[in-house]
């Protein structure tokens, strides 16, 4: 079936560190790969996706490139804010469904000023 | 719009007791789910509903069941509560318009369950 890894946390950085939380994925075709962040308190929201191999996708400064030969979408972000502190969600869908999300375990971000 | 909205935020049951979760969403979207979010296992999926009328086990479904109401209102109901059941419950929903490749799935505050 379709899984994805997660890089474990917590991650600690000081404010405008460089960040990168890995995450792997094992799915048959082309799935599409998604980042989602959850702020403390609140549901989760979608921070950037990509739907194809070597896409890159990007918002509020981060990135994510869909690797197909290395089966990977890892999140870097070139200078982190306090603000930036909450739960990173790497997720997918299988090729041909738009409908069903597999989640990663979650990475707790903690930026210090 | 207030996107998609849950209630309770917070609910403390003892173990036997039955409640129902509530969900509704005013984006006229198509597609409803609902997810239990456990520390360092992600969000996993219970049921969800591709339109009104329909509903399907997802990978976690035993000990729950659901109801799509209509298509604003998706609830899921513990008929009794047991301790395994403590979780965050996030509900989301989507357009799920047939033939794109991707549409975002918008997803609730969450309720905090705990069951004693």
């Known amino acids: 079936g379709n899984s994805v890894t997660q890089m474990e946390g917590p991650v600690t950085l000081s404010e405008e560190a460089f960040l990168t939380i890995n995450c792997t994925y094992t799915a048959t075709g082309y799935p599409s790969l998604f980042w989602y962040v959850q702020y403390p308190g609140e549901g989760l929201q979608l921070l950037l996706k990509?739907?194809?191999?070597?896409d890159k996708g990007s918002n509020k400064g981060f990135e994510a490139t869909y690797r197909k030969e290395t089966t990977s979408f890892h999140l870097e972000k070139g200078s982190v804010q306090v603000s930036d502190s909450a739960v990173y969600f790497c997720?997918?869908?299988?090729?041909?469904?738009?409908?069903?999300?597999?989640f990663g375990s979650g990475t707790q971000l903690t930026v210090l000023p | 719009n207030a996107g998609v909205t849950q209630t309770p935020k917070f609910q403390v049951l003892k173990t036997g007791q039955s409640m129902t979760l509530q969900c509704a969403q005013d984006?006229?979207?198509?597609?409803m789910y609902w997810y239990r979010q456990d520390p360092g296992m992600g969000l996993r999926l219970i049921y969800y509903?591709?339109?009104?009328?329909?509903?399907d086990k997802g990978e976690v479904p035993n000990g729950y069941n659901v109801s799509r109401l209509n298509k604003r209102e998706f609830s899921l109901r513990l008929e009794s509560a047991a301790p395994s059941q403590t979780s965050v419950y996030f509900c989301?929903?989507?357009?799920?318009?047939?033939?794109?490749?991707?549409?975002?799935?918008?997803f609730g505050p969450g309720t905090r369950l705990t069951v004693l």
């Open positions: 997720a997918l869908t299988p090729s041909g469904s738009a409908r069903q999300l597999t």
């Open positions: 984006m006229n979207h198509n597609s």
């Open positions: 509903s591709a339109s009104e009328g329909t509903t």
């Open positions: 989301a929903s989507i357009t799920g318009t047939s033939g794109k490749l991707y549409n975002e799935q918008f």
């Open positions: 990509a739907t194809k191999a070597d």
